[in-house]
């Protein structure tokens, strides 16, 4: 009885599992740090760096994620064509328009170690700018995003910038 309760749990441990996420209002960095570590493996207990352990992450609204600060103007992607004086750079709000999968597959493949398992594990991710995928019958459980999603100032009613609480209260001289 017991060895059917340790094969049951061996074969969960080893078998690919795919999570699904949604990336709308997700900050572009910490969710890229959290797909990393599903496509590396290392949230399972058999995790080795030489080991080809990771599971299949399906992201959908890839279109509405977020950067802090103005990174959407400054953060520049740079390629070379291997042409004299063919160094190319591409704005990140730019990029996003062409392409609303790009950025964070850029995030992501950065934050994966350097090494030859780096191209099987980026095969492993699957990138949606919408809600629709071919992957829905797959997905065994949904993982919610590392943070809250943002609530811009715009999305907030008057009465709830009203009633929000002064830190610093006005004194009259």
């Given at each position: 009885?017991?060895?059917?309760?340790?094969?049951?749990?061996?074969?969960?441990?080893?078998?690919?599992?795919?999570?699904?996420?949604?990336?709308r209002g997700q900050i572009v960095g910490r969710l890229a740090a959290t797909l990393s570590l599903l496509l590396q493996g290392k949230t399972k207990?058999?995790?080795?760096?030489?080991?080809?352990?990771?599971?299949?992450?399906?992201v959908?609204?890839?279109?509405?994620?977020?950067?802090t600060g103005?990174?959407?103007d400054q953060k520049l992607y740079r390629h070379h064509t291997g042409y004299p004086?063919?160094?190319?750079?591409?704005?990140?709000?730019?990029?996003?328009?062409?392409?609303?999968?790009?950025?964070?597959?850029?995030a992501v493949y950065g934050m994966l170690p350097k090494n030859?398992?780096?191209?099987?594990?980026m095969r492993r991710l699957h990138l949606f700018p919408d809600m629709e995928h071919p992957y829905e019958a797959n997905i065994y459980c949904a993982i919610p995003g590392p943070c809250p999603a943002v609530k811009k100032l715009q999305d907030y009613t008057?009465?709830?910038?009203?009633?929000y609480p002064q830190i610093v209260k006005e004194t009259h001289v």
């Amino acid at each position: 009885m017991a060895s059917a309760s340790r094969l049951s749990q061996s074969i969960a441990t080893h078998t690919r599992v795919w999570y699904g996420m949604d990336a709308r209002g997700q900050i572009v960095g910490r969710l890229a740090a959290t797909l990393s570590l599903l496509l590396q493996g290392k949230t399972k207990p058999i995790y080795h760096p030489a080991a080809d352990t990771g599971d299949h992450v399906v992201v959908t609204n890839t279109r509405h994620v977020t950067f802090t600060g103005n990174k959407w103007d400054q953060k520049l992607y740079r390629h070379h064509t291997g042409y004299p004086s063919a160094l190319r750079e591409i704005q990140a709000n730019h990029l996003h328009e062409k392409d609303p999968t790009k950025v964070l597959w850029k995030a992501v493949y950065g934050m994966l170690p350097k090494n030859n398992l780096r191209k099987k594990r980026m095969r492993r991710l699957h990138l949606f700018p919408d809600m629709e995928h071919p992957y829905e019958a797959n997905i065994y459980c949904a993982i919610p995003g590392p943070c809250p999603a943002v609530k811009k100032l715009q999305d907030y009613t008057a009465e709830e910038v009203q009633n929000y609480p002064q830190i610093v209260k006005e004194t009259h001289v």
